[in-house]
């Protein structure tokens, strides 16, 4: 089978080493794929733009650092090991004071800029 994606290979994905790999911040790479889902492994720090997917859920799991969401109501923050999910339609902001290292998962397809556009949003399907 001539398959370009080791999702397919019968091995474990180590997430801190793909995200160790990555060379420039906000630059999500996929490492997966499940289904129509895609398991995105990115290195931020600082601010991100206000966006929403209205489209769908977003899922971030932490690995590295601290990852801050500002939302609406407030803001909420994410430690090593822990999960949040932003819901459909929701703007938020995702932020770092230093470097964090996180996973996102969500369906292939979605724009990290939501559908804000500009300098920030990342080509997609590029794998690591």
Not at 13 to 18: E, F, G, R, S
Not at 31 to 42: G, H, L
């Amino acid at each position: 089978m001539s398959d370009s994606h080791p999702q397919h290979a019968a091995c474990p994905v180590n997430l801190a080493h793909k995200a160790s790999l990555i060379d420039q911040q906000w630059s999500p790479r996929v490492v997966a794929e499940m289904n129509d889902y895609q398991f995105k492994v990115v290195r931020i720090e600082g601010e991100f733009i206000w966006h929403s997917h209205p489209e769908t859920d977003e899922a971030f799991l932490v690995l590295e650092g601290t990852l801050r969401i500002d939302l609406p109501e407030g803001c909420a923050y994410v430690n090593p090991g822990e999960l949040y999910v932003v819901p459909r339609g929701v703007e938020h902001r995702t932020a770092a004071q230093g470097e964090a290292k996180l996973m996102m998962i969500e369906p292939r397809g979605v724009l990290n800029t939501g559908h804000e556009g500009g300098e920030r949003t990342a080509t997609n399907d590029v794998w690591i």
